[in-house]
């Protein structure tokens, strides 16, 4: 049986190998495959929970659109669309936040590292985002979900209010419960300059990470200048519990040569990394470059992002008004 997937992107801008081999990837796989019906949202919404630039976010939202379709997806087969345009995504927050405990909240990692030290002046939708996202993926009564590794926890969360309304109003099944996609390695890319933090858009240093729109030199860079460490390449899958960097580096060369991370250890074991990055940045550069180029070939064609963005709203907008009118129903309204 063919799936029902739904997935989000924040358009914040800095797109990055993170987002594509954690979840865009994946996303073009899963719109590949006929049986499939895929949904891919800009989450607009998402992005203010932190102070933006309105023309920036304009011009994010556009970038986004382009990603998609430069990666892959084919808005033909899929619906592509800016969760601001579905009004149903707000009303199924507002209604899902009075499912949802503070206990469950409380928990949530990402909010907590996010927020920071300063926890008292972070934003109420910093906070409720993960229901917004429960509101997102509930809509569609999406059966699968391919995400990142970091948004397992918020995942975890969506199922729990999922059932939690299912029992309080006995709808039995009436919320699909969702299953997360994600991969089992290389779910978690991390920076290139720290192996214990995950690569980023919000991180400061530009070198941190490959952007979706860095040209060929860029990369070639970036990885010449990634952090390693002075022994040479390691000779037992073992030793990356405890060399981060190398374990990155070698888990993104596996993703992009789509090999296990035991045949990428034995292919460079001992070796310089020097050697290794060489191969490395050729094989970012024969993913990477062609993508950096059709994005900034589609940027140039504003109309026709707009148009897949009016077209995508359409379309959810059947899909989710349906869904929210049952459920004010069952709430009583
Ligand atoms: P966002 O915009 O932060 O990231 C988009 C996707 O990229 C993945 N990702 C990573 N994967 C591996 N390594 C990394 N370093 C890395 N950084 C980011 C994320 O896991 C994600 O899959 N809340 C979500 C967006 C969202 C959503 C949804 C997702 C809103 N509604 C409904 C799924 C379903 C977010 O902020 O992702």
Request: positive net charge.
């Amino acid at each position: 049986m063919g799936k029902k997937i739904f997935s989000g992107v924040q358009p914040t801008g800095n797109l990055h190998l993170g987002n594509y081999l954690g979840a865009i990837k994946n996303f073009v796989d899963l719109n590949n495959d006929n049986d499939n019906k895929c949904i891919f949202c800009v989450v607009d919404l998402h992005a203010i929970t932190i102070k933006q630039d309105p023309k920036e976010l304009k011009n994010n939202i556009r970038e986004t659109v382009a990603t998609f379709i430069a990666s892959g997806i084919d808005p033909k087969k899929s619906i592509i669309f800016n969760q601001s345009g579905v009004a149903a995504h707000a009303e199924g927050a507002w209604i899902l936040s009075c499912i949802a405990r503070m206990g469950w909240l409380n928990r949530m990692t990402q909010f907590k590292e996010k927020a920071g030290k300063d926890k008292e002046k972070a934003s109420i939708g910093l906070y409720s985002y993960p229901v917004l996202m429960a509101s997102d993926i509930l809509l569609y009564d999406a059966t699968h979900v391919p995400v990142g590794d970091d948004q397992k926890q918020h995942l975890e969360l969506c199922r729990d209010i999922a059932q939690k309304f299912n029992n309080d109003f006995e709808v039995e099944n009436f919320l699909q419960v969702p299953e997360p996609l994600i991969q089992k390695e290389f779910s978690r890319i991390m920076s290139l300059k720290d192996g214990s933090k995950k690569m980023s858009k919000s991180e400061l240093s530009d070198l941190s990470r490959i952007n979706l729109t860095d040209d060929k030199d860029q990369i070639i860079n970036k990885i010449k200048k990634a952090k390693t460490d002075p022994l040479s390449m390691p000779k037992d899958i073992k030793e990356l519990d405890k060399r981060l960097e190398a374990k990155n580096l070698l888990g993104i060369y596996s993703s992009l040569t789509n090999s296990k991370l035991q045949n990428s250890v034995t292919n460079f074991a001992g070796k310089n990394f020097s050697e290794f990055k060489e191969k490395l940045s050729e094989e970012l550069v024969n993913k990477i470059e062609p993508i950096s180029n059709e994005i900034k070939k589609l940027l140039g064609d504003e109309r026709y992002l707009d148009k897949i963005l009016l077209d995508g709203v359409e379309k959810a907008n059947l899909i989710a008004s349906k869904k929210i009118e049952r459920i004010k129903e069952i709430v009583g309204f």
